[in-house]
């Protein structure tokens, strides 16, 4: 898979997120042999562990075992504390973590974001230089992510001069 991934996506050890409806790239990926190292968790796998709490350990223990890790809209079966518990360790491995998603307010988490849609890459750079690709992303059913939404109106009332990716952030410059 990793092959396959760094020869068709140019993804190599890295921590990205990509917006995929109609989950094609995942169709794609069951298709592959993987390795023993090369694991992909779905909503289906992990919606019968229950809690948030199960969910978090089972990632966790996965974590241990692996050098490439897809999730298929895993990340939302997480309460808001254990998925940035979750997101640290990933950032803290040395492994290449994709994150399957149709939300797109979890693209927020990664630094590269890439967008398929009728099995074709549409878009793919970092999150800001994505995110404001507003227009494509209205014609593909998805609205900006609320923070991104917010940001602007505050940068076009000259509020904020910048982006700031999360709540805490931007309440932390607000109360400046």
């Known amino acids: 898979m990793k092959e396959y991934l760094e020869s ?3 993804i190599c050890d890295e921590k990205i997120s990509i917006l995929d409806s109609s989950e094609f790239l995942c169709r794609e990926l069951y298709r592959l042999n993987l390795s023993s190292d090369e694991v992909i968790l779905s909503y289906n796998h992990i919606k019968s562990l229950g809690s948030s709490t ?3 350990n089972y990632i966790n223990k996965v974590l ?3 050098n490439v890790l897809v999730f298929q809209n895993v990340l939302c079966e997480l309460d808001y504390k254990d998925k940035i518990e979750i997101l640290n360790n990933i950032k803290n491995k ?3 973590f994709i994150n399957i998603t149709n939300d797109i307010e979890e693209t927020l988490y990664f630094d590269r ?3 398929i849609y009728n099995n074709k890459v549409i878009c793919d750079g970092k999150k800001i230089s994505v995110l404001n690709e507003e227009k494509l992303l209205k014609r593909l059913g998805y609205s900006l992510p609320f923070i991104i ?3 602007r109106y505050m940068m076009d009332y000259n509020i904020t001069n910048k982006y700031y990716l999360s709540n805490e952030e931007l309440i932390e410059e607000l109360w400046k």
């Open 8 to 10: 068709k996506y140019n």
């Open 54 to 56: 199960k969910i978090k």
């Open 94 to 96: 040395n492994i290449t």
């Open 64 to 66: 241990d075992d692996v």
């Open 113 to 115: 974001i890439i967008i």
């Open 149 to 151: 939404d917010l940001n």
